[in-house]
Structures are given as structure tokens and as C-alpha cells.
């Protein structure tokens, strides 16, 4: 089941500026003939942002979620940010992307 999902990571818009603002949207494809229940996202990148979450009820079968962070990058340097989705039915899905931050 796992490798059929669509989860990303993208960056979206700013400039990767350490101290200006950017987003980045993560998008998730619910590849399942169920629909999801009870979804929670959660996005993280340490020297980038606090971890944040947001909560879905549902998730209908083959339809696309987006979800848009914005967030001031606090450190210059290669940073990761790290995305999450844990619901009843799938566990533990992961989409990840690399950030090079500048000094400003």
C-alpha cells in the first residue's frame, strides 16, 4: 500500500533566505479504494520551522490534498524538511526535501 501513495514535498514560493519569508506545500494523493479517516499532517525541519499539524476528517478515495506552510527560515545552511500523514488506515507515510537556505 505504501508505495502506491502519493506524498510530496514541495517548495512553492519566497526566497530560501534565512530570516525572509517562504512557503512550501505538501501534497498528499489518497491512493486507496477507502476513504481516509481521522488524518493527521504533521510538517518539521529543524532551523526551518516548528513542527506544525493539521487534521483532515476525511480523505475520499484518489483525491488530492495541498496543504501550504509558510515559515521564516531562522538558520542559513542544507536543511530537510520532513513531512508526515498517520490516519486509521495507513501509518508512518513520509515525504522529505532538501532546502539550501542562504545567508542574507
Given at each position: 500500500?505504501?508505495?502506491?501513495?502519493?506524498?510530496?514535498?514541495?517548495?512553492?514560493?519566497?526566497?530560501?533566505?534565512?530570516?525572509?519569508?517562504?512557503?512550501?506545500?505538501?501534497?498528499?494523493?489518497?491512493?486507496?479504494?477507502?476513504?481516509?479517516?481521522?488524518?493527521?499532517?504533521?510538517?518539521?525541519?529543524?532551523?526551518?520551522?516548528?513542527?506544525?499539524?493539521?487534521?483532515?476528517?476525511?480523505?475520499?478515495?484518489?483525491?488530492?490534498?495541498?496543504?501550504?506552510?509558510?515559515?521564516?527560515p531562522k538558520r542559513a545552511g542544507l536543511r530537510k524538511l520532513i513531512a508526515s500523514l498517520n490516519c486509521d488506515a495507513?501509518?508512518?507515510?513520509?515525504?522529505?526535501?532538501?532546502?539550501?537556505?542562504?545567508?542574507?
Amino acid at each position: 500500500i505504501l508505495e502506491r501513495c502519493s506524498f510530496h514535498v514541495l517548495q512553492t514560493q519566497g526566497e530560501t533566505v534565512a530570516g525572509k519569508e517562504m512557503s512550501v506545500a505538501v501534497e498528499f494523493t489518497n491512493p486507496l479504494r477507502q476513504t481516509l479517516e481521522n488524518v493527521t499532517l504533521r510538517l518539521e525541519g529543524p532551523g526551518l520551522l516548528r513542527t506544525v499539524k493539521k487534521e483532515f476528517r476525511q480523505i475520499p478515495m484518489n483525491s488530492t490534498l495541498t496543504w501550504e506552510v509558510k515559515f521564516i527560515p531562522k538558520r542559513a545552511g542544507l536543511r530537510k524538511l520532513i513531512a508526515s500523514l498517520n490516519c486509521d488506515a495507513l501509518r508512518h507515510v513520509y515525504g522529505e526535501l532538501d532546502v539550501q537556505i542562504r545567508k542574507q
